[in-house]
């Protein structure tokens, strides 16, 4: 069952703006972790946040978390032409001896040159 | 640099062949994963491994079968494949650590049942 679910859809911005994409999730985690796909590639990881953290950032990337509202967002600040990928959340809801990742559907960005 | 590797990258099958899609990693991880991509889907855990001869269903592991033989290999086994089977394919791996894995992915694998 997916777990988290982004917002927008898909984003439209010119190069230079900013780029706010958000997810929301059912039940409690131990962490949200963001990663971003190229098209037609493999997924790689962005960033993670753990469920005791409010904010954390990594160069132009920019993530928060509100548990109490269980949702969280993703900023990309001065958004480069590059950036132009899928991005997907992902709930980490660790119970047992192992752990596993529940994807979104994903987030398309498009940066237009 | 962690490497996961699928072996195939693009594969045409017909209706009821039986598929192997093979995986590889690099990195000793104890966890390893096959999910599969489709539009509008997102990902969809089909199994997952954490152990060597050990496998638990994922959401969606109907069709299909694991086999982990090696630490370092995991195989995503289509027995008759369907052409609602076409899809993207991706493998997974990420160490054992209770919380807070970062899990690393194949290229992908793209099958096409016709």
């Known amino acids: 069952s997916q777990q988290g679910e982004e917002d927008p859809q898909a984003l439209s911005i010119q190069e230079g703006e900013n780029a706010t994409m958000n997810c929301s999730y059912k039940?409690?985690?131990?962490?949200l972790q963001w990663y971003r796909q190229n098209s037609g590639r493999g997924l790689v990881h962005l960033i993670l946040?753990?469920?005791?953290?409010r904010e954390k950032h990594s160069g132009r990337l920019r993530v928060t978390l509100d548990t109490s509202k269980k949702s969280s967002s993703l900023l990309i600040t001065a958004s480069r032409a590059a950036d132009t990928a899928s991005y997907f959340c992902?709930?980490?809801?660790?119970?047992?001896?192992?752990?596993?990742?529940?994807f979104g559907k994903g987030i398309t960005l498009s940066v237009r040159p | 640099d962690v490497k996961v590797t699928q072996s195939s990258r693009y594969l045409v099958k017909r209706t009821g062949e039986k598929v192997f899609l093979e995986c590889v990693q690099d990195m000793d991880h104890e966890n390893m994963f096959w999910y599969r991509q489709d539009p509008g889907l997102g990902l969809r855990l089909i199994y997952f491994s954490y152990d060597v001869k050990m496998k638990e269903k994922g959401d969606i592991p109907e069709g299909y079968s694991v086999s982990r033989e090696k630490k370092e290999r995991f195989s995503l086994i289509l027995e008759s494949a369907s052409t609602n089977q076409t899809s993207m394919y991706l493998c997974a791996s990420s160490p054992w650590i209770n919380s807070g894995n970062t899990i690393y992915f194949g290229e992908g694998s793209w099958l096409t049942v016709v």
């Open positions: 946040i753990r469920s005791n953290e």
């Open positions: 992902a709930t980490d809801s660790y119970t047992g001896a192992n752990s596993k990742l529940t």
């Open positions: 039940t409690s985690i131990n962490n």
